[in-house]
């Protein structure tokens, strides 16, 4: 059995004292926990940041402003070595929400003085006692939909503020058997390996079906929407993705984990496409455009059964010439 207890440890204390912080002791709160060279990267309009001040004053202290009371509703956590660097270092993942009261305009989202979830999935590498990088996905549609918004005109599938695992297991505060950890690594390799082609030659089901269950459950995100069973999700996102989509790279990847039956990887991006059969309402491009993406996992048996997914829509929209947040009044409903 592989032992993260150390690391897990850091980040639910980092959680504690984050999010339990009153607005003047933020920044400390990532001095303390942070190493010197620490690395955040973020989805739009954030994007990469190095400097704790910033990162502070950008994001948490204008976030905190405006959700007050926040909770956070965890329903995944888990550790691993990282694959990508032949498991020379470790990384903690969580997902969730982030929960409360939108009482203050948040990236010119105007409030609704109601109850609001941010949908966010977290990795961070643990360095030396110290959390080294953090990717830090966050689904802001999401967020305009509860607030009235409508920031995409021709989502896919069908938008839901998305539970946990069905099988309530997902917090792994405890560490899981290492055979465990690698049956679910080898079915998101197996998955990985299929979908980095799209290239087999068999019909997109079939495909489908050599790696995940036949009532499986994709939690896309906001604009794209979730999907349930092969074929509902083969026609409602991955054959219309796979129509929209040409020249697309390889995969890359910055971390790849797994821990008992839960499995995720991230990438800055994960790879580029164009969009060249338009996709989301959007017409045709050629643009080479970056995907950036974090992918949750959860296996039953040899298969996959549930995937929650990130998708920087918002950047990939600006890469595109449609910046949404600088158009929030033509996203009313």
Same mark, same amino acid.
């Given at each position: 059995?592989?032992?993260?207890?150390?690391?897990?440890?850091?980040?639910?204390?980092?959680?504690?004292?984050?999010?339990?912080?009153?607005?003047?002791?933020?920044?400390?709160?990532?001095?303390?926990?942070?190493?010197?060279?620490? @690395?955040?990267? &973020? *989805?739009?309009?954030?994007?990469?940041?190095?400097? +704790?001040? =910033?990162?502070?004053?950008? %994001?948490?202290? $204008?976030?905190?402003?405006?959700?007050?009371?926040?909770?956070?509703?965890?329903?995944?956590?888990?550790?691993?070595?990282?694959?990508?660097?032949?498991?020379?270092?470790?990384?903690?993942?969580?997902?969730?929400?982030?929960?409360?009261?939108?009482?203050?305009?948040?990236?010119?989202?105007?409030?609704?003085?109601?109850?609001?979830?941010?949908?966010?999935?977290?990795?961070?590498?643990?360095?030396?006692?110290?959390? @080294?990088?953090? &990717? *830090?996905?966050?689904?802001?549609?999401?967020?305009? +939909?509860? =607030?009235?918004?409508?920031? %995409?005109?021709? $989502?896919?599938?069908?938008?839901?503020?998305?539970?946990?695992?069905?099988?309530?297991?997902?917090?792994?505060?405890?560490?899981?058997?290492?055979?465990?950890?690698?049956?679910?690594?080898?079915?998101?390799?197996?998955?990985?390996?299929?979908?980095?082609?799209?290239?087999?030659?068999?019909?997109?089901?079939?495909?489908?079906?050599?790696?995940?269950?036949?009532?499986?459950?994709?939690?896309?995100?906001?604009?794209?929407?979730?999907?349930?069973?092969?074929?509902?999700?083969?026609?409602?996102?991955?054959?219309?993705?796979?129509?929209?989509?040409?020249?697309?790279?390889?995969?890359?990847?910055?971390?790849?984990?797994?821990?008992?039956?839960?499995?995720?990887?991230?990438?800055?991006?994960?790879?580029?496409?164009?969009?060249?059969?338009?996709?989301?309402?959007?017409?045709?491009?050629?643009?080479?455009?970056?995907?950036?993406?974090?992918?949750?996992?959860?296996?039953?048996?040899?298969?996959?059964?549930?995937?929650?997914?990130?998708?920087?829509?918002?950047?990939?929209?600006?890469?595109?010439?449609?910046?949404?947040?600088?158009?929030?009044?033509?996203?009313?409903?």
């Amino acid at each position: 059995m592989s032992e993260f207890q150390s690391e897990k440890r850091l980040v639910r204390d980092y959680y504690e004292a984050l999010d339990t912080a009153n607005y003047a002791e933020i920044t400390d709160v990532l001095l303390k926990f942070t190493a010197k060279d620490y @690395a955040w990267r &973020a *989805f739009h309009p954030f994007g990469l940041m190095t400097d +704790i001040e =910033a990162i502070s004053d950008t %994001f948490w202290r $204008p976030f905190r402003r405006s959700i007050q009371h926040l909770q956070r509703r965890m329903d995944v956590f888990f550790a691993g070595n990282n694959f990508i660097d032949d498991g020379e270092s470790v990384w903690v993942c969580s997902m969730g929400h982030l929960m409360g009261l939108f009482d203050k305009a948040w990236l010119g989202i105007q409030p609704t003085n109601k109850i609001i979830l941010l949908r966010y999935a977290e990795f961070h590498k643990i360095e030396n006692g110290k959390i @080294a990088e953090t &990717a *830090f996905y966050f689904d802001i549609p999401h967020l305009m +939909i509860q =607030a009235g918004y409508k920031p %995409f005109k021709n $989502p896919t599938g069908k938008h839901l503020v998305q539970p946990g695992p069905a099988t309530h297991d997902g917090l792994l505060f405890e560490d899981a058997p290492q055979k465990d950890s690698q049956k679910t690594m080898d079915a998101m390799h197996a998955m990985i390996s299929d979908l980095g082609t799209w290239q087999l030659g068999l019909p997109l089901e079939e495909e489908l079906k050599r790696t995940w269950h036949n009532d499986m459950l994709w939690w896309g995100p906001a604009g794209i929407g979730s999907s349930y069973t092969i074929e509902r999700y083969a026609k409602q996102h991955s054959g219309p993705f796979r129509a929209a989509m040409s020249d697309r790279s390889s995969t890359g990847h910055i971390a790849r984990i797994a821990e008992g039956h839960y499995s995720g990887f991230f990438g800055w991006p994960n790879f580029t496409a164009k969009p060249t059969g338009g996709f989301m309402g959007l017409p045709p491009s050629n643009k080479s455009c970056e995907f950036r993406v974090i992918d949750i996992y959860r296996r039953e048996g040899n298969k996959l059964k549930e995937n929650w997914v990130f998708i920087d829509l918002l950047h990939f929209f600006k890469q595109l010439n449609v910046d949404i947040l600088n158009n929030l009044e033509n996203s009313k409903k």
